[in-house]
C-alpha cells in the first residue's frame, strides 16, 4: 500500500506540479493552480509514463501529497487518480482506458435519471481516506540551512552598516582609485591618505556622504564634480537570529545581514503541525517591530511585512488561535487559519473559491461543542458575515447530475441537439427551434420518450404532420422529453442494385430513383473488351408470388440490349431497386491461351494454342521434334495451373528431377506415423499423397507413332510437357529397411531394387506396394492365388512400400467386458427358449 502511494504522490508532484519536463497533455495544466485538473481526461499511457518518471524524482511522499493539495487539486480528482493508477498496477477491475464513451441520447438522459452515479447527491461522495494538509505547509518542506557569509547582492539603500562589512570605494574621473576596506569591530574604516572614519550605525546613503566629503579634503575636483565616488557593499557580514517556539528546527542561526525573516523562516523549516502561519513576531531590542503572515505569500506572492533581520532579531511562532477544514467542491480543500473576524467568504477565497460542479446554495459545516459535534448549514446569503470557529469542517458538495429544464430533439430535423424548456414550450414551437423539418423528414408519426412522476418511461406518439399544419392538438412539453423524428431513410433498407459479369468494376451500387442500365455500367466503369450489350441479363424481385404453387416465378428476368458506346438513350433501361445486372461474354470471343514445353526439345518454351483441337503432337511439332538425349518415355504433362510468361523456363531435366523431389515425402510420413498410433491414418496419408500428384501419364512415345489417337490429348490453358534427359536411377521408399536410391540396371526387376534396399520391413504391406513412372502414371502389385505381381521397373522410377495394418491388442478389461457379455446374452436366449 505505501508502495503505491508513493507512486501516486509522485504523480500528483510531476504531472501537476510542473517538475518534469513531460509531454503536454489534452487539458491545459498551471502549475500553480490544480483546482481545474481532470484526470479522465488523461490516457493509461501518459500516467504510465508519469510514474516511470516518478521513482527518480527523490521527494518525500508527505511532501508530493502536500503541494497538490496546496495546489488545489480536488480530492475528488485525487481519488480518481488513485483508483486509475491501481488498475494499472492490477489491483483493481480492469476497464476501459477510454474515460467518456459516445452514447445515444436517449442512454445519456434516461441512464442519468434511472442509475444515478454517487455523485449524483447533494454532497460529495468522492473523499478519500488521505487527511488534508494544513495551507501552507508545503511551502517549508526540504528546507535545508544555508550559511552564505559572501552573499553577493546590489546594495540595499537602507542598510544599515556594521563591523564586518567590506566596503568598496571607486574614485573615477579626473582621478582614479580603488578601495577595498573591512569595517573593524570599532565600525571604522582606514581610508588611505584620508584616515580613519566611522560607519556603523549609518546606511549607505550615509556613509557615502561621510566618506565623499572625506574624499573631497584630498581630491578637490570632487566638488566641482569632475570626479565621482561610488561607495558599494563587498562582501557582507553575518548576523545571529534566534528561532523559537513552534518551529520545526528552533535555535540560533547564523545568516547573512541582508537575509529577511522568510529567508529566516525557510532555513528553519517553518512552523510546525501547531504553530501559527499568520502571527509570526519578529522581536528586536525586546519589542515586537513586526508580525508576519504567511498567507501574504501563499495567496499575493508577497510580504507586507516581510523585514530585513538585525543581529540578534528574535522570530517567535506561536501556537494557532483558529483553524478551520474545508473540503470536497473547492478548488484548494485544506485546513486553513484565520484571523479574528474573518468570514467564511474570507475562508472560500483562501480554498480558491468553488469548482465548476460545486453546489453553492447552502454548505454543510460538522461543529464541536462542548460535549458533542453537531451538523449545521451555512446558506449562500450568510457567506459574507458567517465567522467560522476553530475546528469546523465545511463540506462543499456537487450539484445534481441532472437538468432543470432540458428537452431533446433527435431525427430528421435540421439542429437536432438539447433545449431549454422554457415555459409553456411546445412539440411545434420547439421543431421551429431546431429550425424545422428536414425534407426526408417521416411525417406520419413521430414519438415522445417522456418520465411520469415516478420515473417510469412512457412513450407519446404523435402525427408530425398535424403537429405542423396544426390539425391536431399540439403537445406541451416536459423536463427530460426526448422527441424523435425520424427520417424516411431509416424506415426502409437502403436500396442497391448489382452489377457484375465483363464489367470493369463490378459490385453493388446505390440506387437511386430514375437509374438507367446505361447509368449503372457507367458508374462500374464500363463495359470490358470481351463484354457484348447485346444479352445483358437484368434480374427482378417478385413481391406477389404464388406461395402455394410449386412452379411460383420467383424472380423477372429481361434480356436488355444496351449500346456499348453508352450514347442511345432512347433504348436506355430503366432500373429498379435490388435489380441484378449480369453482362455476356461476347460470343467467339476467346483470349490467348499458352502451354509450356521443357526439356529435350529443339525449341522450349511458351506456346500459343491456335485451335481448340490442338494436341500434344502438334506441340511436339511445332518445337522442332526431340533432342538426341531426350527420354521420351519419361515424358509428363502437367496440368491445373496457370503460367507466368515472364518466368525463365527451366530445362526438362531439371524440371523432372524437382518434381521427383516433390514427391519424396518419405520423411514427413515417418514424422506422421511417430504421431499416429493408427495405421490406418498413416495409409490414408499415402493415398492423399497419390490423389494430389498433378501429372497426367502420358505415353509420348505412342503419341509421336500414332498422332490423334486416344492418348494424344487436346492441350488446356496452363499446360506443361515435359521432356527430361534419360534417368538413371530407382528410388526406393516406404517400408523397406534401408530407404535409398539405386543405378537403373535394365535386367533387375522389383525385388531385386527392394534387396538393395534391405529387403522389406515387419510392418510392410506388401500387396500394396507401386510404382510411380517418371511420366506421373502409377502401377501397383497384382496379386494372383498367393503370389504377388509386381510392376516392370524403368529409369526414374520411384518403389513405394505401404505400411501395415497395426491391430491393437485387446486388454485383459476388453475381453472381461466381451466374455460377460456373451454370457448375459446366452442367459438371456436360453431364458427366452425355457
Known amino acids: 500500500m505505501k508502495y503505491r502511494f508513493f507512486y501516486f504522490a509522485s504523480i500528483l508532484v510531476l504531472v501537476f506540479v510542473g517538475l518534469l519536463g513531460s509531454p503536454s497533455l489534452g487539458q491545459s495544466i498551471n502549475s500553480s493552480d490544480l483546482s481545474t485538473i481532470r484526470v479522465d481526461d488523461l490516457s493509461d499511457d501518459q500516467i504510465r509514463t508519469y510514474l516511470q518518471q516518478a521513482e527518480s524524482s527523490g521527494l518525500s511522499e508527505s511532501q508530493m501529497e502536500i503541494v497538490a493539495l496546496e495546489r488545489g487539486m480536488p ?39 434511472f442509475a444515478p452515479s454517487k455523485s449524483d447527491t447533494t454532497t460529495s461522495d468522492s473523499s478519500s481516506d488521505a487527511p488534508l494538509r494544513v495551507f501552507g505547509s508545503a511551502l517549508f518542506q526540504g528546507a535545508t540551512p544555508v550559511f552564505q557569509p559572501d552573499l553577493r547582492i546590489a546594495t540595499p539603500r537602507n542598510y544599515i ?59 578637490s575636483a570632487i566638488r566641482s564634480g569632475d570626479t565621482k ?39 528553519s523549516g517553518g512552523p510546525t503541525e501547531n504553530g501559527s502561519f499568520r502571527a509570526i513576531n519578529l522581536i528586536r531590542n525586546g519589542k515586537v517591530i513586526a508580525t508576519l503572515d504567511i498567507y501574504d505569500i501563499l495567496m499575493n506572492g508577497f510580504f507586507s511585512e ?15 488561535q483558529n483553524r478551520v477544514e474545508i473540503s470536497g467542491e473547492v478548488k484548494r480543500p485544506a485546513i486553513f487559519e484565520l484571523k479574528d473576524g474573518e468570514s467564511f467568504e474570507k475562508l472560500l477565497t483562501y480554498a480558491g473559491g468553488f469548482t465548476e460542479d ?112 396544426g390539425t391536431t392538438p399540439d403537445v406541451e412539453l416536459k423536463r427530460e422529453d426526448i422527441i424523435t423524428i425520424s427520417s424516411i431513410f431509416d424506415l426502409r433498407e437502403q436500396y442497391t442494385v448489382d452489377i457484375d459479369g465483363e464489367i470493369r468494376s463490378p459490385g453493388q451500387f446505390t440506387y437511386a430513383e430514375g437509374m438507367t442500365l446505361q447509368d449503372l455500367i457507367m458508374q462500374a466503369g464500363g463495359f470490358r473488351e470481351s463484354a457484348t450489350g447485346n444479352r445483358i441479363e437484368v434480374s427482378r424481385r417478385v413481391q406477389n408470388a404464388d406461395v402455394l ?77 526431340f533432342t538426341p538425349f531426350a527420354y521420351v518415355e519419361g515424358a509428363s504433362l502437367k496440368r491445373g495451373g496457370t503460367l507466368d510468361s515472364t518466368k525463365a523456363a527451366e530445362t526438362g531435366a531439371e524440371k523432372a528431377e524437382k518434381e521427383l523431389r516433390k514427391q519424396d515425402e518419405y520423411n514427413r510420413m515417418l514424422a506422421l506415423r511417430q504421431l499416429q498410433s493408427d495405421a490406418n491414418t498413416f495409409n490414408e496419408v499415402n493415398i492423399s499423397r497419390n490423389i494430389n500428384n498433378e501429372f497426367v501419364g502420358i505415353n509420348l512415345e505412342r503419341i509421336i507413332k500414332r498422332p490423334g489417337r486416344r492418348g494424344d490429348l487436346i492441350l488446356a490453358d496452363g499446360d506443361i510437357i515435359r521432356i527430361p534427359k534419360e534417368l538413371q536411377t530407382v528410388k526406393i521408399s516406404g517400408e523397406v529397411l534401408a530407404p535409398s536410391t539405386a543405378v537403373y540396371g535394365p535386367s533387375k526387376g522389383f525385388k531385386q531394387y527392394i534387396s538393395q534396399a534391405g529387403g522389406f520391413s515387419s510392418r510392410a504391406l506388401r500387396k500394396s506396394a507401386y510404382v510411380l513412372y517418371a511420366n506421373g502414371s502409377v502401377k501397383s502389385t497384382n496379386r494372383f492365388l498367393f503370389f504377388n505381381n509386381y510392376p516392370p521397373i524403368k529409369p526414374g522410377a520411384e518403389i513405394f512400400v505401404p505400411q501395415r495394418e497395426v491391430r491393437i491388442p485387446m486388454s ?13 446374452l446366452a442367459a438371456i436366449i436360453l431364458t427366452m427358449l425355457r
Open 549 to 625: 404453387s410449386q412452379s411460383a416465378q420467383i424472380a423477372d428476368v429481361f434480356q436488355v440490349f444496351a449500346d456499348k458506346g453508352l450514347s442511345k438513350e432512347d433504348q436506355d433501361f430503366v432500373l429498379m431497386p435490388f435489380d441484378k445486372v449480369v453482362v455476356r461474354t461476347a460470343t467467339g470471343y476467346e483470349t490467348q491461351k499458352t502451354i509450356r514445353i521443357e526439356g529435350e526439345v529443339l525449341y522450349p518454351g511458351l506456346y500459343t494454342i491456335v485451335s481448340k483441337d490442338e494436341r500434344i503432337s502438334d506441340i511436339v511439332k511445332r518445337a522442332g521434334g
Open 229 to 267: 565616488v561610488s561607495v558599494a557593499l563587498g562582501n557582507i557580514r553575518s548576523i545571529q537570529v534566534t528561532i523559537t517556539g513552534e518551529v520545526t528546527q528552533p535555535g540560533s542561526y547564523t545568516l547573512p545581514s541582508v537575509a529577511t525573516v522568510f529567508n529566516a523562516l525557510y532555513s
Open 75 to 113: 480530492q475528488a480528482e485525487i481519488q480518481k487518480l488513485r483508483e486509475r493508477i491501481a488498475r494499472l498496477n492490477g489491483t483493481a477491475e480492469r476497464q476501459s482506458t477510454t474515460p467518456f464513451t459516445r452514447r445515444d441520447t436517449e442512454r445519456r438522459v434516461v441512464d442519468t435519471l
Open 812 to 824: 485383459p478389461q476388453q475381453w472381461l467386458g466381451i466374455s460377460t457379455g456373451a454370457a448375459s
Open 306 to 320: 516581510n523585514v530585513r533581520l538585525e543581529d540578534q532579531d528574535i522570530l517567535m511562532i506561536p501556537p494557532y
Open 358 to 469: 460545486a453546489y453553492r446554495a447552502r454548505i454543510k459545516v460538522t461543529k464541536r461543542t462542548a460535549k458533542e459535534q453537531r451538523i449545521e448549514d451555512v446558506l449562500s446569503s450568510q457567506y459574507a458575515h458567517y465567522e467560522p470557529q476553530t475546528g469546523d469542517k465545511y463540506k462543499v458538495g456537487r450539484v445534481l447530475n441532472r437538468f432543470e429544464n432540458r428537452v431533446v430533439i433527435e431525427g430528421a430535423v435540421f439542429r437536432p441537439g438539447e433545449y431549454e424548456l422554457s415555459p409553456g414550450l411546445t412539440l411545434s414551437m420547439l421543431i421551429k427551434k431546431a429550425d424545422g423539418l428536414k425534407e426526408d423528414a417521416f411525417l406520419s408519426r413521430g414519438y415522445i420518450l417522456r418520465l411520469k412522476d415516478d420515473m417510469q418511461k412512457e412513450q407519446l406518439s404523435f402525427n408530425v404532420s398535424g403537429i405542423i399544419a
Open 161 to 219: 552598516i556594521g563591523p564586518g562589512d567590506q566596503i568598496l570605494i571607486d574614485i573615477y574621473g579626473k582621478s582614479e582609485e580603488a578601495h577595498t576596506l573591512s569595517v573593524t569591530p570599532e565600525g571604522t574604516i582606514n581610508i588611505p591618505y584620508i584616515g580613519i572614519v566611522p560607519l556603523a550605525g549609518m546606511t549607505i546613503e550615509q556613509a557615502t556622504a561621510r566618506i565623499e566629503s572625506r574624499l573631497s579634503t584630498v581630491y
